[in-house]
């Protein structure tokens, strides 16, 4: 492929269907410059594929390659190398670039020490605004953003911050310390950083300073980490509602192999569940066989149970995840989500019994029972739908109290966990309104 | 509620679950700088709210809260505003900012234009690099924020644009010309947010210039909008995924009538999607009486083509929610998918068989056409997981290319698809398994 030249957005448009060498090739068709900035927008792991790709080529050309990358971007691509590969690519970066991103490699992926950049500017209290722009100028080459200037003391605490607008806006002989904001929103390294980008949102800022326990200074998280960030959350918790493992990757660029063990998991799990659906169907066969119809409405009866089960579990879990309901909001949202069952559960009962009568009226398809049948069907709608609320409701607030994923409650999940419920519901009540009759 | 002091975090804490009324009196509380901030950070209907309750103070109050926000943050507020509200709020604003705003007005609230500010620091190109930046400073007072400089001729065309860092970095006598980007990524007034954010992330800019069809610059969309947007469209497709029209608030502000009625269309329209079980079911009645062994397994076999179809949906939909498949990759996804669901489908269908198996050997439970009857299970649910994952993963692909909201393709909907088709798998494949034995 590719014998022609190619633009860097030919080939970011048709990047994920490559195999790993014509990207290497078509990458090499690139000039320099566009394949910089082509580079510096992969995914980590990615930028390490093409690093190693380009191995046969003197250390030199990949030393400037991976000297292109921020101490963060390194630090997230030497995560994802082997560890012989780690200590080879590292010896690749200048000293004290090597010694941030050492540094960076001691913290957890997933936390705020992981995502920070440690080039963040820097300013004394007593300077005066006209005194800090010029410094900042001679910081500009080192930092790796300039949205806010960081004020420190000498023993590197964060008094305070200040946006290089104010800073602008500030007359030029004040002093930083009486334009700083000294009011801060700060995060700990260990922060993870699905937390990180709630508070960076909610904010509206463009970067947190990170601080340790002694509120010591240790590097800046940047929006742009963040916006990946909340994108990769929310695929994750949506692949897990959809009933899958999270796959980590573009769905095109996860093998064949891969893909199916991130889902058979799941779906063996769910069948096993929904075995225990034979075993009450079984329980029952008695009543099946002197009357079948009652089996005619059995798929109706659970669907709608596992449809409003995965209406309700959806919408907590989300609202879990932005953080817009708490944990000991939930007794709150079940009692909501009860009058809600009960709202929804009327009306499909309602047009169960219709869909029993107007055929009943039409064909005479259900013989002297057909009202009482019709009472089963609505009736055991009614309690199948509150119940697939109810579960779907209660289930995200129960993993997220037991430390696990809300995002687990999957609709798959929550449509098994009803299914068996709603065959017990729906038998115990044609037990009550047809026994004697037609059982 | 609330007749002690609050703090603004302890609002921020509590604010989804007070009603209009006791926000009203617990915002009063605030010292002014903390209620500003606080206001600040509200959605743009929890702003009109609290303005619109203030509105027995005087005007020079309301005036005062009115003109904290920004021109484009005032246009989001006003679109939530009724009519004649609109008007009188819009009189609240000084004169320039007031023109700036009915212009905002005038775009849609999802598009590029009615999420951009139109202060943004401009710059000219003859200016040297110390020029530019005492130019900025006097126009910091005026900007929103000063992440780049925007580079305009004297029609206001932009020409290119360069960050603060690299302003400041560069030599204080270059001209603002050479050391600008002239490659530049710009948005039109009419792209709609979606595409924006995607833009706005794959370069990691923390802002974009919004220009009109001849080049000239209208204003800015920043990385805090954002941000905003990528987590609202993910809970927008989340809620719809899960079989419920997206709430477009918070989960606790949305009135329980509204819940009722966001979630009452999709089930009633999947209850009509399933009524279609009931018939099949019916079709099959005269084999179920001969063979009520057949109705036990009925809720297992669609549950797991129900489960297989969810995956595949929810990982397509996500896909095409962040462009890693296109419409015109559907061949090589549906191809995946198709052998995913046979792998899928083979690991059920063995589990079925020995489910079967393990019944007869231990209990004599199918009799003498138990082996049968585990054939029949087994390709019923080899059947249904690939007819699950091959329509979970081209509905998507079907909606986008109608013009629809893949997203739509939820898991209920999926599960409900092909619940109907896999009772007639099921029963076709048993009638050729075991007509003329048991059936």
Do not use: C
Not at 384 to 394: F, I, K, Y
Request: negative net charge; without cysteine.
């Amino acid at each position: 492929m590719a014998t022609t030249l190619i633009t860097a957005d030919e080939l970011r448009e048709i990047w994920g269907l490559l195999a790993p060498a014509d990207r290497l090739e078509s990458f090499g068709f690139l000039p320099r410059e566009e394949a910089e900035d082509f580079f510096l927008e992969l995914r980590s792991a990615d930028q390490l594929a093409l690093l190693l790709g380009l191995s046969p080529l003197p250390p030199a050309v990949r030393r400037s390659w991976m000297r292109l990358l921020a101490p963060d971007d390194a630090a997230d691509l030497l995560q994802e190398a082997e560890p012989e590969v780690r200590a080879e690519l590292l010896g690749l970066l200048d000293a004290s670039t090597r010694k941030e991103v050492s540094a960076l490699l001691a913290y957890e992926e997933d936390d705020a020490g992981g995502l920070m950049s440690p080039r963040y500017a820097r300013l004394r209290p007593e300077m005066t605004v006209d005194e800090a722009i010029g410094y900042l100028r001679k910081q500009a080459q080192t930092v790796e953003t300039l949205h806010y200037a960081y004020v420190l003391d000498p023993r590197q605490r964060l008094l305070g911050v200040i946006s290089l607008r104010e800073l602008f806006a500030a007359s030029g002989n004040a002093r930083v310390s009486d334009v700083m904001h000294a009011d801060l929103v700060t995060v700990e390294e260990q922060m993870d950083q699905e937390s990180v980008s709630h508070l960076l949102a909610r904010h509206d800022f463009a970067a947190l300073p990170v601080v340790d326990a002694e509120g010591k200074m240790k590097g800046i998280v940047t929006f742009d980490d963040i916006a990946d960030v909340i994108e990769e959350e929310a695929t994750e918790d949506m692949q897990k509602m959809g009933g899958s493992e999270a796959l980590d990757a573009p769905y095109l660029q996860v093998s064949l192999g891969e893909m199916i063990r991130k889902r058979a998991g799941w779906l063996s799990i769910l069948f096993f569940g929904e075995l225990l659906t034979a075993s009450a169907m079984a329980y029952y066969e008695d009543a099946i066989s002197r009357a079948v119809v009652l089996a005619v409405f059995v798929p109706l009866i659970i669907s709608s149970g596992g449809n409003s089960g995965s209406q309700a579990s959806t919408l907590i879990v989300r609202a879990l995840a932005l953080s817009e309901v708490r944990v000991r909001d939930w007794w709150r949202v079940v009692r909501r989500e009860i009058v809600a069952g009960l709202g929804l559960g009327s009306i499909l009962g309602v047009l169960g019994v219709l869909r029993v009568v107007a055929w009943q009226q039409a064909f005479g398809t259900y013989g002297e029972y057909a009202f009482r049948i019709g009472l089963t069907v609505g009736f055991s709608l009614l309690g199948v739908v509150m119940w697939g609320t109810l579960a779907g409701s209660s289930l995200p607030f129960l993993l997220r109290r037991l430390g696990l994923d809300p995002a687990s409650a999957s609709a798959p999940f929550v449509a098994t966990l009803v299914d068996v419920t709603g065959l017990i519901i729906y038998f115990t009540l044609a037990n009550l309104l047809l026994g004697g009759k037609l059982l």
